[in-house]
């Protein structure tokens, strides 16, 4: 139990500091910037512009939370999740899987010079108005071919492995590695704030909390707080994963960068309580949280 049970994760006071972990593992982040850019290890620079994605959806994330902006944090979240899934994934997959992934965006490239949207009677499209000589460009066809299916349709994904299996590798190839937990708690949330159900709009007030529905303006905001408290451990337990997975593959710089890392998640996990305060000679308590595990 927390020696402050005011830091508790469904107070303001947790709340806050578990944002505040956040936003040191945004500066962890951009401090492994440049030698993620830099790196010779071939997979992970040629992916360092997802790599300033997820820094991105970290530092939206911090914005939205500080003012409890609930529902476009899922949001946020759920795009950093599957940024960071994709990442690491991409480390471990086959070569085939690395080089679909690379091949997809030259398709998306080529669609977008020529757009049809249709919807009962309506159309509208979007067409660029030069022209392409494929001939001086054969690996844009070739991508595009890749990406169309016998019938003349596009195909939509680069990957056949779904999501949870992209994670479930990561976690197998990364001891003590979590990303499968934060899909759970958040993806599915947020994939229905960002397709406009009802569900979607309401879910983060607790209105489906079956059994603790908020009844007054505090049980309220202990909701508000918990969700907040929820997003920012998820979020920052994924970017540990991160931090852990890029120091076992021996990227420049990120051992001591998943070391700190793992220290700040276990302090903001004592303080609100998840975790029991740590005894100085004793090593059983040096054991992270389950939804982001992290190097000792």
């Not at 899922?74 to 999740?81: C, D, G, K, N, S």
């Not at 998306?108 to 020529?114: E, F, G, S, T």
């Not at 195909?155 to 492995?161: A, D, E, F, Q």
């Not at 949870?164 to 190839?173: F, I, K, Q, T």
């Amino acid at each position: 139990m927390s020696e402050e049970p005011d830091l508790a994760t469904d107070t303001k006071k947790g709340a806050q500091a578990l944002i505040g972990f956040v936003s040191t593992e945004v500066q962890l982040l951009i401090a492994g910037d440049p030698f993620i850019r830099q790196t010779n290890i071939d997979r992970v620079c040629k992916l360092h512009p997802v790599y300033a994605s997820i820094i991105e959806d970290t530092i939206s994330l911090t914005l939205l939370a500080r003012d409890y902006r609930i529902n476009n944090s899922y949001i946020i979240v759920r795009a950093l999740l599957e940024r960071l899934v994709n990442f690491c994934y991409l480390q471990f997959c086959e070569q085939s899987e690395f080089d679909s992934y690379l091949t997809y965006s030259k398709s998306k490239a080529v669609r977008r010079l020529d757009r049809t949207i249709e919807g009962g009677s309506s159309q509208a499209s979007v067409r660029w108005s030069g022209v392409v000589d494929w001939a001086s460009h054969p690996d844009l066809k070739a991508a595009y071919d890749k990406f169309t299916s016998i019938n003349g349709r596009e195909i939509t994904r680069w990957t056949k492995v779904s999501l949870p299996d992209r994670a479930g590798l990561v976690e197998s190839n990364t001891p003590r590695a979590s990303l499968l937990l934060p899909l759970l708690m958040i993806y599915s949330d947020a994939s229905e704030a960002l397709h406009g159900t009802l569900y979607g709009s309401l879910f983060h007030l607790g209105t489906y909390d079956i059994g603790t529905v908020p009844y007054d303006q505090a049980s309220l905001l202990k909701t508000t707080f918990s969700h907040s408290s929820a997003l920012a451990l998820m979020a920052g337990g994924a970017v540990n994963t991160l931090m852990r997975m890029c120091a076992m593959i021996r990227v420049p710089s990120f051992d001591d960068l998943a070391k700190q890392s793992t220290e700040n998640l276990r302090s903001v996990s004592t303080a609100v309580g998840l975790l029991p305060m740590r005894k100085s000679n004793s090593p059983s308590n040096r054991d992270a949280p389950t939804s982001g595990e992290s190097v000792s």
